[in-house]
Every structure is written in structure tokens, then in C-alpha cells.
């Protein structure tokens, strides 16, 4: 898939967010990448790319304070080879990359690992 066939799903998906729940988004950016990098896996705690979809990067806004102001915008990093290695149909691409975006939006209101399976989104 192109780079920008995959990026219309990710923004489909975003834009497809309730509107209530996007409006607390703020700043976040969702941008695509390739690969995730050593420092990105090690941050993750997984050991392969192929384990990492997708990657919160920055302070759920559960811990944010006025305080911390300036500081880098948060964003969530969607990896398009490992999604597309796992899922090579294209509708459980689309969901899967779904799943992946609640999952780490999750991280971004504070929700941990636990709270997010038992959403179903782990």
C-alpha cells in the first residue's frame, strides 16, 4: 500500500472519532512512520518491529500541569510495515490500525495496559 493510502486510513480513522472525544485531542499529532527505530522499540519494551504497531510518544494529559509549559506536543507514531506484515487484508488492516489508534490514544488519557484490555483494546 502507498504511503498515502495508508495515511487516509489513519486520518479516516481520526476523523471518525466521535466528535466530543476529538475535541479533547488538543495539539496531539498522528503521524505514519516506517519502522519503528531501536530507541522507539526499547521504549515500547518489545524486542522486534514486527511487535510494535504503534507508539505513544510524550505525558498522558492525566499528568499534565501548567507547569511543564513550554514542551513538545504529544503525538502518536503509527508504524505502517509491521501493520501491514500482520495484516495483509486490507479490512483487518483497517481495523487492526483502528485498534491501534484507541490503543495509544488510551495512553494519551492515562489508561494503562490493563484498563485497555479489558476495553478490549490491548
Do not use: C, N, W
Not at 481520526?14 to 488538543?26: M, T
Not at 479490512?91 to 495512553?107: N, Q, S, V
Request: negative net charge.
Amino acid at each position: 500500500m502507498t504511503r498515502e493510502a495508508f495515511e487516509a486510513l489513519v486520518r479516516k480513522t481520526v476523523e471518525g472519532l466521535p466528535e466530543d472525544f476529538r475535541s479533547r485531542l488538543g495539539d496531539l499529532a498522528v503521524i505514519v512512520r516506517d519502522e519503528p527505530s531501536k530507541a522507539e522499540l526499547r521504549e515500547a519494551g518489545v524486542g522486534r518491529d514486527d511487535d510494535l504497531f504503534g507508539l505513544f510518544q510524550g505525558e498522558a494529559v492525566t499528568e499534565q500541569s501548567l507547569a511543564d509549559l513550554p514542551r513538545v506536543p504529544d503525538r502518536i507514531v503509527i508504524y505502517q510495515r509491521p501493520l501491514e506484515r500482520a495484516f495483509p487484508d486490507p479490512a483487518e488492516l483497517a481495523a487492526e490500525i483502528r485498534t491501534t489508534i484507541l490503543h495509544e490514544l488510551g495512553h494519551y488519557f492515562g489508561l494503562d495496559e490493563r484498563q485497555m484490555d479489558e476495553l478490549g483494546y490491548a
